[in-house]
C-alpha cells in the first residue's frame, strides 16, 4: 500500500504560481505512475497531470499543458506539481494518486483503482 500526503495548497490571485508537493511512502515506486487529479465544487474528479516514475514520461491534460508541470525527487521520494499562469478555473481540491500503470493510463484512472492523498485546496481569485 503507498501512502500519500499532499501539501502546498492555498489562496492565490489570478497569473500567480504555486506548487503542490506529495509526499509518497510505502512501497518501492519502480512500476508505478504517479499522478494529480481536481475536482472543482458540484465536478467530477478530472484528470490533471501524470509521470511514470522511473524513466519520468509525463501526460498532461490538454486544460493544463504548458503551465503545469509535474516532477519527481527520488532522494525525497516527494511528487511536485508547479502551477503557473493560475486561472479561476483551477480552483479546486488537489489530489495525488499512484496505481501501476503508465502515465498515459493514469488520465483515466478509476477512483477505485490505486492510491490517494486527503487532497490539499487551490482557491485562485480574478
Known amino acids: 500500500q503507498v501512502q500519500l500526503v499532499e501539501s502546498g495548497g492555498g489562496l492565490v490571485q489570478a497569473g500567480d504560481s504555486l506548487r503542490l508537493s506529495c509526499a509518497v511512502s510505502g512501497r518501492t515506486l519502480s512500476s508505478y505512475a504517479m499522478g494529480w487529479f481536481r475536482q472543482a465544487p458540484g465536478k467530477e474528479r478530472e484528470f490533471v497531470a501524470a509521470i511514470r516514475w522511473s524513466g519520468g514520461s509525463t501526460y498532461y491534460a490538454d486544460s493544463v499543458k504548458g503551465r503545469f508541470t509535474i516532477s519527481r525527487e527520488y532522494a525525497k521520494s516527494t511528487l511536485y506539481l508547479q502551477m503557473n499562469s493560475l486561472k479561476p478555473e483551477d480552483t479546486a481540491a488537489y489530489y495525488c494518486?499512484?496505481?501501476?500503470?503508465?502515465?498515459?493510463?493514469?488520465?483515466?484512472?478509476?477512483?477505485?483503482?490505486?492510491?490517494w492523498g486527503q487532497g490539499t485546496q487551490v482557491t485562485v481569485s480574478s
Open positions: 494518486a499512484a496505481d501501476r500503470t503508465s502515465a498515459q493510463s493514469m488520465s483515466i484512472m478509476p477512483m477505485n483503482r490505486g492510491s
